[in-house]
């Protein structure tokens, strides 16, 4: 859930694309800076803030607030969620009142409830800790804390658009993206000096060269803002991933991305999802990335052995809805069931849907399967019927696990 600036679909941010790409198309033309968020804003504010802690932040300025906040984003980052409640408790107590305490709680509601859709009862709760440090972060006027609530108010709006472009609430997103620009350039004030910045310099290398390489309608577009260019940016995220502890799980969920989505590298990919899952093992979302890893690289033995050994699933109904599409490709692909395989994919449209945006790269990725299975059945009416439905959800038309 990261921050970046704006590309627009339909002159729209809000088209269907990942989490993590979503959010990247929303900033990376909102100035020149920052994929639906890996997936998150929160903690690269956070990593952030720790890194700029010695521009006169308040929060920020002494070590014991730096290790419980530290400790406090691997708990959410794995779904420890009592744990960080008591994180939250703590910081409250040392900094009642700081903007950064509604920015951790929102966070925590975010993540419990994943994927918040904007039925969830917990959305009010979520928009209300968010408005309220960004409210908090504009009436704060202290020079010397200005880097600390600039990336804290900056976290904040990143983490009420992601929500926003999610759930394709369009008329949500305009008014918080036009007053986030001006947050956007000044925060470019403090890059030269910090190497946690990288993670941002990195994003829009990359995203401004590729997407509209991969999107042509938009390299008119493109020309309005700054080049870029894929290697620096590949570069610069590679750097924070060796050599930044809070960054590391978010360029590694970008890189991941990259590779699968726009490189058609999936063995480069594989590399950065192992790594994420073994780091946060108890994160769903991280988990269904790998397995569909896996399962792109023609791992079936061991994508059916992450299913088979991870009790995430209970846990999440979004990442089950998931994994019974996974389970469609293995029967399609592994075993040649294609009857158990239709019946999967079926399933798994039928389970996911109730997640709407969210679910709809998993829903392609079934559509494609039925696809094929109509083929092989001879059933070309349905052939080329699934086939429009999976290439209307894609994001991307190239992972269709046709090969």
Request: aromatic share 16%; charged share 25%; proline share 3%.
């Amino acid at each position: 859930m990261v921050i970046i600036l704006p590309l627009m679909d339909d002159f729209n941010p809000l088209n269907k694309i990942h989490k993590i790409q979503k959010i990247i198309k929303l900033f990376i033309f909102l100035s020149s800076l920052p994929e639906k968020f890996k997936k998150s804003m929160f903690f690269i504010g956070l990593a952030l803030l720790l890194s700029t802690s010695s521009l006169h932040g308040q929060l920020l300025n002494d070590s014991t607030s730096i290790k419980l906040i530290k400790k406090g984003i691997d708990y959410v980052y794995n779904f420890q969620f009592n744990n960080a409640d008591k994180v939250s408790a703590e910081l409250s107590k040392l900094y009642p009142g700081h903007p950064l305490i509604y920015l951790f709680k929102g966070m925590e509601i975010y993540w419990e409830n994943y994927p918040l859709i904007t039925t969830s009862v917990a959305r009010e709760s979520f928009e209300e800790d968010m408005h309220k440090c960004i409210e908090l972060c504009d009436k704060n006027k202290n020079p010397s804390a200005e880097a600390e609530i600039l990336l804290t108010n900056l976290c904040a709006r990143g983490f009420l658009l992601l929500f926003y472009t999610d759930n394709d609430l369009s008329f949500e997103v305009f008014p918080i993206a036009t007053s986030t620009y001006q947050c956007i350039r000044k925060s470019f004030d403090f890059t030269s000096n910090y190497s946690d910045f990288y993670f941002f310099t990195g994003v829009y290398n990359y995203y401004r060269e590729a997407y509209p390489e991969a999107h042509p309608v938009y390299k008119t577009l493109a020309f309005l803002f700054p080049t870029g260019s894929k290697v620096k940016g590949l570069k610069d995220l590679k750097t924070v991933a060796n050599n930044s502890i809070i960054l590391k799980a978010e360029s590694y969920s970008f890189l991941t991305q990259i590779f699968l989505s726009f490189e058609n590298n999936y063995q480069q990919a594989t590399f950065y999802s192992k790594s994420l899952h073994a780091i946060y093992p108890d994160n769903p979302e991280y988990l269904g990335i790998y397995i569909k890893n896996l399962l792109l690289i023609k791992q079936y033995d061991e994508a059916e052995k992450e299913i088979g050994s991870s009790n995430t699933y209970l846990r999440n109904s979004f990442f089950q809805a998931q994994v019974t599409i996974f389970n469609g490709i293995l029967q399609e692909k592994k075993y040649h069931d294609f009857k158990q395989a239709q019946e999967c994919y079926l399933k798994g449209i039928k389970d996911i849907s109730v997640f709407r945006s969210y679910g709809e790269e998993y829903a392609a990725y079934a559509y494609f399967g039925l696809s094929r299975i109509s083929a092989i059945n001879g059933d070309k009416d349905n052939e080329k019927t699934y086939r429009k439905l999976a290439l209307k959800l894609a994001d991307f038309k190239n992972i269709d696990f046709d090969e």
